[in-house]
């Protein structure tokens, strides 16, 4: 379902996510676009005519000239992710614990230039928040289990297609015993890679200090996730990252 | 003298050499010099501090209230290089100085109100407690978005389009609310229900509602509290926590749901209710 589709003009196509039901057609120049949640979980299956559109669907159009072929390409939510864990964990004074969250995908939707059409979320959406309630981040908020290296393969056995695996390496750097119940896992500093219908983004180093929350990617695939191929590239890269740190320091040394 | 030209006699007789002579002395041209070092270095001084101003004001301050402090600065500057130049030039500024004082004070009665508001405006700006954008309740009875800060007022543009200028002096007495300085709020929803009805169920229905609703936040997680018996029902408080920018969708929805799911499950809202006993004979 990832892949792309062409569009013959009038008709409807329908690509089924689990959660969720995206939508296309194409008339003349007007390309439009529509999404549909479900309250029950369906099997996903790639592109089709669609026979029973429903009538309520919201259609988003774009004006696109000489457009045949429309492309799926997985995206992590702009927003960062708080996950939170099924079973909170509790990690010793000096400990790093290396494991696996799962995190839910996005679709971008791109015409045959590369231009962005849309950006579907593929779950339902639901609001979190990170931080005091005077300053924090907000947050897409995601469910996951924290699963160690021996048990990825029984998840990985059926992989959904709308949530991408996130190697996570977790320490304590306080001098006492912590109990990790959620977790803050920005978006833009991670990239998602693909192959054999795996999802995967960089490995995400979360250490707890006395200070707080310290989180940054280890670049590259987890060895445990086989080869793969980029498939969305971090929108912030390692210099844009030193340069927003540096900045923040001034502003923290200035005051301003 | 006799073959003299009638200029050279002019001068002859006006004894002007002598007083050129007197006037561009080591001296004289020394203060002159002294004169354009202090206009020249005033001047780059002022710019430097109007530079530094705007530069440190341009991202933390709103367009306006940095333009009105870098003009402060800048014409700071240039009273003070006047003043200087006139203490170097030798001229007495004690008498200028009586009489602007007692300009001043005139002009400060006529101009009561007016400074007054210009200086809680500065007052108001030290503290920072509100923004161009920011929604601002006053006094308990004007809201809207301040959609300027001037030197004299603010002003707020309400929600049903009328804009509302208030004059600083009055924000500085009264009590001022900043609905949208945080980005998350709280919305509180106060609800009674009857009597004969489940306090546990009507808990669980409401932190189901809350968690199936996209705009509530899932932390700060919803909190339940049993406010106490009321003459018609009980009292339950619910407050859940949205982004400020989703005020409108979060709590219409959240109403609207919880009215649903009440109906759904038969939970009673309680209405006023006047309990009358007939005493018989």
């Known amino acids: ?256 | 003298m006799e073959g003299a030209t009638p200029i050279a006699r002019t001068l002859e007789k006006l004894n002007l050499k002598e007083s050129l002579n007197s006037i561009f002395t080591l001296d004289a041209l020394l203060s002159i010099l002294k004169l354009a070092g202090i206009l020249v270095l005033g001047l780059i001084i002022v710019r430097i501090a109007v530079s530094l101003t705007k530069r440190l004001t341009r991202k933390t301050l709103s367009p306006r209230t940095s333009e009105l402090l870098v003009k402060f600065v800048r014409y700071t500057g240039f009273f003070l290089i006047a003043v200087n130049l006139a203490n170097a030039a030798g001229l007495d500024l004690s008498a200028l100085l009586g009489a602007a004082g007692i300009a001043g004070i005139a002009i400060g009665f006529a101009a009561q109100t007016s400074i007054s508001n210009l200086i809680s405006g500065i007052f108001l700006l030290t503290e920072k407690a509100y923004a161009v954008g920011d929604v601002l309740d006053v006094g308990g009875g004007t809201v809207g978005v301040v959609d300027s800060i001037d030197m004299l007022s603010v002003k707020l543009k309400t929600f049903d389009n009328r804009l509302v200028r208030i004059p600083n002096e009055t924000l500085v007495k009264s009590n001022i609310t900043n609905v949208t300085r945080y980005p998350i709020r709280r919305l509180n929803i106060n609800i009674t229900i009857t009597y004969g009805d489940d306090i546990e169920k009507a808990r669980r229905v409401l932190m189901e509602t809350a968690d199936a609703n996209p705009w509530i936040l899932r932390y700060p997680a919803p909190i339940f509290i049993v406010d106490g018996f009321g003459e018609s029902g009980i009292n339950l408080f619910f407050g859940v926590w949205f982004a400020k920018d989703d005020f409108v969708d979060a709590k219409n929805s959240i109403h609207t749901e919880i009215k649903r799911r009440f109906d759904e499950e038969g939970i009673e809202f309680a209405f006023q209710t006047l309990t009358v006993y007939q005493k018989k004979g």
Request: a neutral charge; glycine letters at 8%.
């Open chain 1, 1 to 256: 379902m990832w892949s792309t589709v062409t569009l013959s003009p009038g008709t409807v196509y329908v690509i089924r996510f689990p959660s969720v039901s995206i939508y296309f057609r194409a008339e003349g120049v007007l390309w439009g676009v529509a999404s549909e949640f479900l309250d029950k979980p369906q099997r996903p299956a790639p592109a089709a005519v669609s026979r029973n559109t429903p009538k309520t669907l919201d259609w988003k159009y774009s004006a696109l000239l000489g457009a045949a072929e429309l492309t799926l390409r997985p995206m992590l939510s702009p927003r960062a992710y708080e996950v939170l864990l099924t079973h909170a964990v509790s990690i010793l004074p000096g400990v790093e614990l290396d494991g696996y969250v799962f995190l839910p995908l996005q679709a971008e939707i791109l015409a045959a230039a590369g231009t962005i059409l849309a950006a579907l979320p593929l779950n339902r959406r639901k609001y979190s928040w990170f931080g005091t309630p005077q300053e924090g981040t907000l947050c897409d908020a995601a469910v996951s289990s924290f699963c160690a290296a021996e048990e990825l393969g029984r998840f990985l056995a059926e992989p959904g297609p709308d949530l991408a695996v996130c190697p996570i390496s977790v320490r304590n750097d306080m001098t006492e015993s912590m109990e990790l119940s959620r977790l803050l896992i920005p978006t833009d500093i991670l990239s998602i890679y693909g192959g054999a219908g795996i999802f995967a983004t960089d490995r995400v180093l979360c250490s707890f200090t006395s200070d707080g929350l310290q989180v940054r990617p280890k670049r590259g695939m987890d060895p445990l996730l086989g080869r793969m191929e980029v498939r969305h590239s971090a929108r912030k890269g390692p210099e844009e990252r030193f340069f927003t740190r540096g900045i923040d320091l001034l502003r923290y040394i200035t005051g301003i």
